[in-house]
C-alpha cells in the first residue's frame, strides 16, 4: 500500500526533472529524489502511467510537428495545474466537511447541553414552586399559632380575670364571716340579758347562722377547690404556651431554612440561566463561523472556476503556438527548397568553371 504523501505528482514531477537533467527516470532514482519516501509497487505503478503519458506526448510532438520538449512542458504544467487545483479542492472540501462535522457535532452539544439546561431549569422551577408551596405552608402554619398563641394568651387573661374575681369573691366571704363572727359576738353580748328570754329564739338564730357559716365555709372550700384548678389550668396553660413557644422556634426556624435554601436556589437558578445565555451565545459564534466557512467555500470555488477559465486560455495559446509552428515549418520547409535551388544553381556553375578550365 502506498505510504501517506506519496502521489502521482511527486512521482510525475520527480520524473520530469530526472528527464531535464539526462538522467533515465528509474523507480530508485525517484525515490532517491523524493526523499527515500514510497514504495516500489506504488511508484512503479505511477511511473508506468507516466511513461504512457509520455509516449502520448510524443506521438502528440510527432502528430503536430512541435518539439517534443514543448508538449511535454505544457502537458506537465496543465497536469500539475489540474493537480494542484484538485489538491487544493480536495483538501478545502475535507476541512470544510470536518469543519461542518464538527460544527455539527459542537451544535448537537449545545442542543443536548440546552435541552439538559432546561431540564435542570424546569426541576429547579418545579423546587422553586415546591419550596414556595411549602413556605406559603409554614407562613399559614406560622399565622395558626400566633392566631392560636394570642387566643390561649387571651384565654390565660380571661382566666386570671376570673381567677382575680374568685379571689375578690372569697375576700369578701371572708370579711362578711368575719363580720358575722363580730356581730356574733356583739350579738352575745348585747343580748345576755335577754338570752334566756329569747333562747329559743337565738338558738335558732345561732344554729341558722351556723348553717349560714357552715354554708359559706362550703362555699369557701368550693372557691378554694376552684382557685386551685384554676391555677392548675393556669399552668396547664402556660406550659402549653411555652411548647407553643417552643414549636414557634422551630417553625420559625424552618421558615428561615426554607428560605436561605430558597434564596441559594434562586441563585443557582440565575447562575444556570447566566451559563444558558453563554452557551447560547456560543452556538450563535459558531453559527457565524459556519457561514465565514462557507462564503470561504464559495470564493475557492469561484477561484477553481477561474483556474480552470486560464487553462482553457492556456489551451488556446498552445493552439496558437502550434499555428506559428507550423508556419515556421511551411517557412523551413520553403527555405529547404530555396537552399536545394540555390545548391543546384551553385552546382552548375561549378560544373561550368570546370569546364572551362
Known sequence: ???PGVTYLEVSNAAQQLVASRRIPTIEAIRIALGGTGSNSTIGGYLRTWKASQNQTQQVAT?????????????GLWEMVMN????????????TQQELIKLKQETGQL???????????????????GFAHEKSVVEQLLADSKIEIATLT????????????KQSHIDELQRQN?????????????????????????????????????????????????????QQQNQQICFDVGNLKIQFDEVNAQHEDVTARFAEIRNELTKKEEAQKYWKDQSDTLAIKFDEQ???????????????????????????????????????????QEKARLYGQLKQIESVKLTRA
Open 1 to 3: 500500500m502506498a505510504r
Open 111 to 129: 442542543q443536548q447541553e440546552s435541552g439538559q439546561w432546561q431540564q435542570q431549569y424546569k426541576q429547579i422551577k418545579q423546587e422553586r414552586d
Open 84 to 95: 494542484q487545483s484538485e489538491e487544493i479542492i480536495q483538501t478545502i472540501k475535507q476541512d
Open 63 to 75: 502528430k503536430e510537428n512541435l518539439p517534443e520538449e514543448l508538449v511535454a512542458t505544457m502537458k
Open 294 to 336: 462557507n462564503k470561504l467555500f464559495i470564493e475557492l470555488q469561484t477561484k477553481h472556476a477561474m483556474l480552470i477559465q486560464q487553462s482553457e486560455t492556456t489551451n488556446n495559446e498552445i493552439k496558437e503556438l502550434r499555428k506559428q509552428n507550423n508556419a515556421l515549418a511551411n517557412e523551413k520547409w520553403e527555405l529547404g
Open 178 to 230: 368575719n363580720q358575722t363572727q363580730a356581730n356574733l359576738e356583739h350579738y352575745r353580748a348585747s343580748a345576755l340579758e335577754q338570752r334566756l328570754a329569747d333562747q329559743k329564739r337565738y338558738e335558732q338564730q345561732q344554729r341558722q347562722y351556723e348553717q349560714t357559716i357552715q354554708q359559706i365555709n362550703q362555699e369557701l372550700e368550693e372557691v378554694k377547690k376552684e382557685n386551685m384548678l384554676f
Open 154 to 165: 387571651e384565654k390565660q387573661a380571661g382566666l386570671e380575670q376570673q381567677n382575680q374575681e
